[in-house]
């Protein structure tokens, strides 16, 4: 269940939070929200970026939307 929307920076696990721009990816990388909304783009992006790297979505349990 999804309890409040924050910005990447406070959300916390069973809150949705939003990236809208390549700017914010890092914080993207560090959210404990559950559900991240943000483009078709900057989800192909921000996963085709981090997906070598330490951002293990499936174990942050980040769902993309």
Do not use: M, P
């Not at 939070?17 to 192909?44: E, P, Q």
């Amino acid at each position: 269940e999804l309890t409040d929307v924050k910005d990447l920076a406070n959300a916390q696990k069973s809150e949705i939070t939003f990236l809208h721009s390549k700017r914010y990816t890092d914080l993207a990388k560090k959210t404990k929200a559950s559900v991240c909304i943000t483009t078709k783009i900057l989800k192909n992006e921000f996963l085709d970026l981090h997906k070598n790297n330490d951002l293990d979505v499936s174990k942050n349990k980040i769902n993309f939307i």
